[in-house]
């Protein structure tokens, strides 16, 4: 036996099923009360998404997936060889050739300033 609520109706039970099916199902253009509904940014408003120095940030985070923990600390060549074990692109591996010889890096910010890319946390010995 199915049970069935008798306080509407079927055809507004049908209705009411509808309405909340996006909700209940997680399908986009669900019902939503219009004050959930973020507003867009004025014309005379900055852009919010907007993070200063992202792109930076990027490039940083980029090279930094290059820079194996076990290659640290380490000097030119270390920093290389474990940049090629981990499939180094190009350019990454030619930023690392640029690299003073002799000195030994600890992070990967001191290897960034060394190449002129920003300001070291400390300084390499």
């Known amino acids: 036996m199915e049970r069935v609520s008798n306080k509407h109706g079927t055809r507004l039970d049908e ?3 509808q309405e909340v099916r996006g909700n209940v199902q997680g399908i986009a253009g669900g ?3 219009e004050w959930k509904t973020p ?3 004025g014309e005379d408003q900055p852009e919010a998404s907007r993070v200063p120095d992202m792109d930076n940030h990027a490039d940083l985070t980029r090279f930094g997936r290059y820079i194996g923990l076990s290659s640290m600390p380490g000097d030119r060549a270390g920093l290389r060889r474990g940049a090629e074990i981990l499939g180094a692109p190009d350019d990454v591996l030619a930023d690392l050739d640029r690299l003073p010889e002799g000195v030994v890096f600890h992070t990967v910010t001191e290897i960034w300033a060394a190449l002129g ?3 070291a946390e400390r300084l390499p010995q």
Do not use: L, S
């Open 31 to 33: 019902r939503a009360e």
């Open 117 to 119: 890319r920003g300001a």
């Open 39 to 41: 507003e867009p940014a």
């Open 15 to 17: 209705e009411m099923k």
